[in-house]
């Protein structure tokens, strides 16, 4: 694992409530009850506890443009956020229409994810409901997977009404599962390593199979693959997806050569689809990661 401070960007969960519910969503999307709307006095705290770090800023969801005060938000990003190439978003394009003008006012274009899903031919998700401590017996192996997880060192940190998460997964099971919180977020909270984070690890990685090179499912499909002890759990925090049936268990006990076969034929759990977007017109591929067509 690497120190908070050497992560890409750190998320600022502005709300967990989405216009889709997407297989395998990282921030379980149709598991809660009840969506968060982080208030703006947060968001303004949030952002200025990340003072002085120096790696992408972004602002996420669920969808952050179904956010009643997205404007208000972009406007502290543009407030505290000095540097443009700092700021990113997160977005399904949900209300561009309405919220374009303000984007492009924070975000430079190529600082845009724009991710509809509505590319039926493409998008897999790598499940995260099933719990690694039920599918890998060899827990050297599973603690081995978990401390090169490629969430801690691809994606992002985050920050959710309940505090500041070394990883965004960590902090949507903590949401999802009524955990105790994360860091408080006082200045400098972000400057941890993994020594000192540890205990976020033990209490969230177990539970997570994002570290577990398995099979990766279609994001259309309607169920989540889930583990009986984690299927337990979201019954009993009465989650409306997994009351519906929404969900196929998931139980079979993974060997060393298991994850090695996985891996080997190809295991890229950070890449959804082959080709990214900043908006509902324009596409570029990963070769060169820079915007090159116009669709």
């Known amino acids: 694992m ?40 947060m968001v303004e705290k949030a952002v200025k506890s990340l003072d002085g770090y120096e790696h992408a800023i972004g602002i996420m969801g669920g969808e952050p443009t179904m956010h009643p005060q997205f404007k208000e938000i972009c406007e502290l990003m543009q407030k505290h956020v000095p540097n443009r190439r700092q700021r990113e978003l997160w977005t399904n394009g949900f209300k561009w229409s309405e919220h374009e003008k303000i984007i492009k006012e924070t975000f430079d274009e190529d600082l845009i994810i724009y991710n509809d899903h509505k590319d039926m ?14 599918i890998i017996d060899d827990r050297e192996l599973m603690w081995r ?59 969230y990685c177990p539970r997570c199979s994002g570290a577990i090179p398995m099979e990766r499912v ?5 169920y989540d693959l889930v583990s009986p002890g984690n299927a337990e759990r979201l019954k009993a925090c009465g989650s409306p997806k997994f009351l519906k049936g929404n969900y196929k268990i998931f139980d079979k ?43």
């Open 253 to 295: 006990k993974l060997s060393e050569a298991d994850v090695e076969r996985v891996v080997a034929e190809g295991w890229t759990p950070w890449s959804h689809r082959p080709y990214k977007q900043s908006g509902p017109k324009t596409k570029w591929t990963d070769k060169n990661d820079v915007p090159a067509e116009k669709i």
């Open 145 to 203: 997977l978990i401390g090169n997880c490629w969430v801690q060192w691809r994606w992002a940190a985050s920050i959710t009404p309940k505090g500041g998460f070394f990883c965004e997964v960590a902090a949507a099971l903590d949401q999802l599962f009524d955990g105790p919180g994360g860091y408080p977020l006082e200045p400098g909270w972000w400057n941890k390593n993994p020594n000192e984070f540890m205990d976020q690890v033990k209490r």
């Open 218 to 222: 279609s994001s259309h499909v309607e």
């Open 2 to 41: 690497i120190p908070i401070y050497r992560m890409p960007v750190i998320q600022i969960e502005v709300t967990n409530g989405c216009s889709l519910q997407c297989s395998q969503c990282t921030r379980f999307v149709g598991h809660h009850k009840k969506p968060f709307f982080m208030d703006l006095a």
């Open 121 to 134: 031919e493409v998008g897999q998700h790598q499940p995260l409901l099933v719990a690694a401590e039920e």
